[in-house]
């Protein structure tokens, strides 16, 4: 069974800081793998999706990279905001499956 | 095309009361899911359609729940006999033909949080 794992469960910077988020699964036959931001009492964002056969995937200020046969992937945040301050999701897709298990988030605070 | 609606957005109810939750996926995504989230939790699959067609059940999905996509466009989630532990916040998601491989993979709604006093 597949397990995702997020580290930090939570992380507070200031303003400005360039800031990366852990995210490790235990199997690696994984089909993509998606990178969600989440608002308090929202629902999901889609921030990058990864497929297997990719390396990184990048959005502005977002770089997602992935290191399959290790089971890990990373989101950093460059110059970061306030407006960044949400909850980030990591969901893997196995592959022969449609859905997505996901870990449990990294809450991220961003201060002025 | 609005994204994925989903109603309503909170539904307070008793303890043995019936809910019934409405997902309106994006129209040309043929494949519908559910997600249930509690707090500090991530989300957790419950069942998901192509077309009309429910082709997987989690095991969280007790007998009390039931899901339908009738003619495969909107879909509803019921919850019979509901229980404190129902409450969570319950997340639809849609997905292009091929299981979300486009650019975004899934989309998710806003999510409908229910509250069983």
């Known amino acids: 069974k597949q397990e995702v794992t997020q580290i930090p469960a939570a992380l507070s910077v ?16 994984i089909y993509n793998l998606q990178w969600f931001r989440q608002d308090p009492g929202k629902g999901l964002t889609s921030l990058l ?4 056969s990719q390396r990184e995937q990048t959005s502005g200020r977002l770089n997602a990279s992935l290191d399959k046969s290790s089971g890990r992937s990373t989101l950093y945040i460059a110059a970061s905001q306030p407006g960044d301050s949400a909850t980030y999701l990591c969901a893997v897709r196995d592959s ?13 605070l961003v201060s002025p | 095309d609005t994204g994925v609606s989903q109603n309503p957005r909170h539904k307070i109810t008793k303890r043995g009361q019936n809910v019934t939750f409405r997902c309106d996926p994006i129209s040309e995504h043929n494949r519908l899911y559910w997600y249930r989230q509690t707090l500090g939790q991530g989300p957790e699959f419950l069942t998901y359609f192509q077309n009309e067609a429910q082709l997987e059940k989690s095991r969280l999905l007790s007998d009390r ?3 339908e996509r009738p003619k495969g466009s909107f879909s509803t989630l019921e919850i019979q006999r509901t229980e404190q532990g129902d409450s969570a916040m319950y997340l639809c ?11 975004y993979g899934y989309t ?3 999510g409908t949080r229910l509250t069983v006093v």
């Not at chain 1, 200031?14 to 036959?29: H, I, M, Q, R, Y």
């Not at chain 2, 998601?93 to 650019?103: L, Q, R």
């Open chain 1, 14 to 29: 200031p303003e400005g800081e360039n800031l990366v988020l852990n995210c490790s699964f235990t199997d690696s036959a």
């Open chain 1, 49 to 52: 999706l990864i497929q297997s």
């Open chain 1, 96 to 108: 022969g499956y449609s859905t997505l298990t996901f870990g449990k988030g990294t809450m991220l």
């Open chain 2, 65 to 67: 729940f039931s899901a």
């Open chain 2, 93 to 103: 998601a849609s997905s292009k033909p091929g299981g979300g491989t486009g650019p």
């Open chain 2, 108 to 110: 998710f709604g806003s």
